[in-house]
């Protein structure tokens, strides 16, 4: 109800200065992102290089944060790329930005590719051991991150949203496997990785 | 115990690929029926997408050469299409008669589709006639076999003293020959065309006259001033 209708994609914003931010600057400007994969769907090999001059960083660099092995990494970033070439048709501009169908597409390769090399039972033990280290890991994952803008954001969250958003959307866990972390009910995780991401999208889109 | 509402609350762990792949299907088919989600989830993607330029990171260099490479090799998905809207104005004949006017039809305006894409200016006007010609009301429709194989199609109209050819598994000729079409009648034939096996039209052939008749001939490579052979496919052009 009191949702808009469109959220403001958060690199629309002004002031933001960083070199990988200035690079999806307004999506269907001309040379946009999105203008260009318009343009990668009727075959334009050329726009495909200036396609992977933008997204080959935020690909590789969302995909490492989840897989961890640089060789696998490189493949899942590889098989992220040649999708983005196959299924540039596809991209529907209604539907959101290009940055976010791009990484939309890479963050679920990237998850699906950790969660099928793992059985259940790895799976379990794993959040059992990591029962101490998720601090740790939210903790690098923020300290390290390259953009100002989202890392200020993620301050402005409750530790819970915070640890919740990270050790998904950075580890790539699932929301069950955060609350086993995390020592929280499933239904109390699910509810500050939605409140938590409403906070983040009015932090990033409505800051100037 | 799942309830709607208990379905909507998991947008956030959607957006960030929290969920296990049966929990995944069953929001995706919630999403479906859910504009308010859709719309939601919009904007949480876009939050996503900042955090992963937030963790860009550079990739080895040689990996952009492997993907150039890959892409160069990997055929595209094509767009998705509204479905095709229904096609008004043909004569009835056209519409009620036998199955071989659809595939001819078909045929033309399949050829028509691909030649207006890839050459428009310069054969948009040549296609407008074809369509023209296959659509006219006294627009009649001859076929028959190519001695040696394949066969032929001529729609002609005489309201538009023009005729339309296509042919269909032609043979393949000697490099040094070529089919060539004429038109037929009590003066000397008059050369239409020529085509080979692997573009068999469909062909205008403009300014019918008296000719009665369409026929092909195969000819030296280039064609011939007149008709060298026996025609190894003919059709009367009636009225």
Redesign the interface.
Known sequence: MSEPPTARPWFRSRGIAQPPVAAVDEDHRAGGLGELIELVARGDQAAFARVYEQISGPVYGTVMRVVRDPAQSEEVTQDVLVEVWRQASRFDPSRGSAAAWVMTLAHRRAVDRVRSSQSAADREQRAATRDREHDHVAEEVETRLEHERVRRCLDGLTDLQRQSISLAFYSGYTYREVAELLKVSVNTVKTRMRDGLIRMRDCLGVER | MTTPHDTH?????Y??????DVERRRFQDHLDGCD?C???L???????????????????AE??D???E???G???????VAPEPQRRGFPPWLLLTTAAASVVLALVLGVYAVVTQQRLDETRAQNERIAAVITAPDARLVQGPVTGGGSGTVVAARSRDEAVVIMEGLPTLASAKTYQLWLMGRQAPRSVGTMTAADTGPVLAAGLGDATEVGITVEPEGGSPRPTGEPVFTAGLSG
Do not use: K
């Open positions: 609350a998991l947008v956030g762990a957006a960030l690929d929290a969920l296990s308010t859709r719309n939601e919009r904007g949480l993607r876009e939050t996503t997408a900042a955090m992963a330029f937030a963790a860009a990171q550079e990739p080895p990996l952009r492997r993907v150039m890959r892409i160069a990997v055929r595209q998905v094509p767009p998705r």
